[in-house]
C-alpha cells in the first residue's frame, strides 16, 4: 500500500502512541484494512499479498508506519497466513487475551495504535517457538534497500558474463 495521504498519523519514525476514535479511524484508513485493524477481521488464508513474500525488509502497521517485523524472522508455516516467530522490538506489539470463537488465544495489536494484527500461538520455530500469525491486510511492506541494491548489482554482473 502507498502511504496514505489522508492518514495523519502514518509514520514510520514517530513513535508516540496514537489515540483516535472509531469514528476518526473510519474516515483515514481503507475499508479493508479498517475491517481488520479496528473489527478485528481475519482475512481468508492464502489470499493476503504477503504469505508467501520471501522478499528482503521491514513488515509495518498499515493504520499507522509502526515497524512490527523484519523478514529475517518470517517462516513458512503453512497457515496461510503471514507467520513470523518474534516482532522487531518488545514494544512493537501488545497482546491481549482472546476468547472468541470458542477458542483461547492471544491476540496481536500495533504497540503504537492498538489495530487488530493476528494471533500468536506458541507452536512456531526456535529460538522463541512463538508463531505470530498476522493479516496482510495489516501490514505495509517495504524491501530492503541494501538487498534491492545486491540484487540489481548481481543482475548487472551476470549480464557482463553474458
Ligand atoms: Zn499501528
Redesign the pocket.
Known amino acids: 500500500m502507498e502511504e496514505d495521504k489522508k492518514n495523519p498519523v502514518y509514520s514510520r519514525s514517530d513513535s508516540s502512541k496514537?489515540n483516535l476514535s472509531e469514528a476518526e479511524w473510519k474516515k483515514i484508513l481503507p475499508k479493508d484494512v479498517y475491517e481488520i485493524?479496528r473489527g478485528k477481521g481475519t482475512e481468508w488464508a492464502f489470499t493476503g499479498k504477503y504469505w508467501n513474500n520471501k522478499e528482503v525488509g521491514t513488515y509495518y502497521?498499515?493504520?499507522?508506519?509502526?515497524p512490527?517485523f523484519v523478514s529475517d524472522t518470517k517462516f513458512e508455516s503453512g497457515c496461510g497466513w503471514p507467520s513470523f516467530y518474534e516482532p522487531i522490538s518488545k514494544s512493537s506489539v501488545i497482546y491481549a487475551p482472546d476468547n472468541t470463537h470458542g477458542m483461547q488465544r492471544t491476540e496481536v495489536m500495533?504497540?503504537?495504535?492498538?489495530?487488530h494484527l493476528g494471533h500468536v500461538f506458541d507452536d512456531g520455530p526456535p529460538p522463541t517457538g512463538l508463531r505470530y500469525c498476522i493479516n496482510s491486510v495489516i501490514l505495509d511492506f517495504e524491501k530492503a534497500k541494501d538487498a534491492e541494491k545486491k540484487y540489481n548489482d548481481d543482475k548487472e554482473k551476470n549480464k557482463d558474463k553474458e
Not at 500495533?110 to 489495530?115: E, I, P, T, V
Open positions: 496514537v485493524a502497521c498499515a493504520a499507522c508506519g509502526n512490527l500495533c504497540g503504537r495504535c492498538k489495530a
